[in-house]
């Protein structure tokens, strides 16, 4: 899939806001002295209340701008039939 039809939808499913559950979590991690996210962590969420299922995927590069990352994501949104997805972005120290 295209880096920005990847991103487009997800971002659209972002901007939606919480709708109920299953829930995914998509969270960046950036260096606190870089712009740059090598990590996303991707978490899923059944039901109100359930433990979090995680995945973890790793980039040499910005995750938010790799193709096989972005596009991995909208699959994993797809098959977990998610109604929420949230994004955010967390500093690593």
Do not use: C, W
């Not at 990847?6 to 870089?34: D, M």
């Amino acid at each position: 899939m295209n880096i920005d039809k990847a991103k487009k939808r997800i971002s659209k499913l972002v901007k939606k806001g919480f709708k109920g559950y299953p829930l995914i979590e998509i969270t960046y991690y950036v260096e606190n002295n870089s712009e740059t996210a090598h990590e996303v962590v991707v978490s899923f969420i059944i039901e109100e209340g359930a433990e979090p299922q995680t995945q973890k995927l790793s980039s040499k590069n910005d995750a938010r701008h790799d193709e096989t990352i972005q596009s991995t994501l909208v699959k994993i949104i797809e098959r977990t039939q998610a109604v929420t997805v949230n994004e955010s972005v967390s500093v690593l120290s």
